[in-house]
Nanobody, 118 residues
Framework: VQLQASGGGLVQAGRSVRLSCAASGSVSSINSIGWYRQAPGKQRELVAALTSGGHTNYADSVKGRFTISRDVAKNTVYLQMNSLKPEDTAVYYC?????????????WGQGTLVTVSS
């Protein structure tokens, strides 16, 4: 599985940004796909995830502001980020998880920087 992330950039607080993650390769076997982020000096944390069954999971800090969705035809997952806050500033990483013979395998895209100015 290959993941290509895009979007991000510099945005003012309160504004919106949409990230995209295009998946290729063995996409039909992906169990879960979503986004992590890592702010300077902090650990990487899960932001939002979408399972193959359509279930979503969000970090408490982004609930009600961020929405993860997918376009199956394009093999692309989106993260719509609204009402951005300076604390949302981080490098955002697209990730995917699949199981190969019962072994979990994680895939990561390149990070994309989101900077929210106050």
């Amino acid at each position: 599985v290959q993941l290509q992330a895009s979007g991000g950039g510099l945005v003012q607080a309160g504004r919106s940004v949409r990230l995209s993650c295009a998946a290729s390769g063995s996409v039909s076997s992906i169990n879960s796909i979503g986004w992590y982020r890592q702010a300077p000096g902090k650990q990487r944390e899960l932001v939002a995830a979408l399972t193959s069954g359509g279930h979503t999971n969000y970090a408490d800090s982004v609930k009600g502001r961020f929405t993860i969705s997918r376009d199956v035809a394009k093999n692309t997952v989106y993260l719509q980020m609204n009402s951005l806050k300076p604390e949302d500033t981080a490098v955002y990483y697209c990730y995917a998880k699949r199981f190969v013979m019962s072994n979990r395998v994680d895939y990561w895209g390149q990070g994309t920087l989101v900077t929210v100015s106050s």
